[in-house]
Nanobody, 119 residues
Framework: QVQLVESGGGLVQAGGTLRLSCEAS????????MGWYRQAPGKQRELVAT????????KYVDSVKGRFTISRDSAKNAMYLQMNSLKPEDTAVYYC????????????WGQGTQVTVSS
């Protein structure tokens, strides 16, 4: 069973930076796509950024473009989210997700890490 473990969350002032990490129990080369999602209190979980396995193509939600950068390191079986110029509205629990499109239950989530941005 694939396990994803996030780390790097915390409390930061507006304008600050954080780097989230997502470590996989196995090779991330097996995942077709990986991504970061977030869920703020009282809101639905939303996509933040994704990265594909083969080409490394990235996509971002408009609200984080130019501030967040998603990346991955196959040698470390890890994915990252560099978050700069943080805003209070970025406060949420951030989740790592990985998908294997060729199998029906190939959809894996981490347990989440809290990011709190104070004004």
């Amino acid at each position: 069973q694939v396990q994803l473990v996030e780390s790097g969350g915390g409390l930061v002032q507006a304008g600050g930076t954080l780097r989230l990490s997502c470590e996989a129990s196995g090779s991330i080369a097996s995942f077709n796509v990986m991504g970061w999602y977030r869920q703020a209190p009282g809101k639905q979980r939303e996509l933040v950024a994704t990265i594909t396995s083969i080409l490394g193509t990235t996509k971002y939600v408009d609200s984080v473009k130019g501030r967040f950068t998603i990346s991955r390191d196959s040698a470390k079986n890890a994915m990252y989210l560099q978050m700069n110029s943080l805003k209070p509205e970025d406060t949420a629990v951030y989740y790592c997700r990985a998908k294997v499109l060729s199998i029906s239950n190939g959809d894996y989530w981490g347990q989440g890490t809290q990011v709190t941005v104070s004004s």
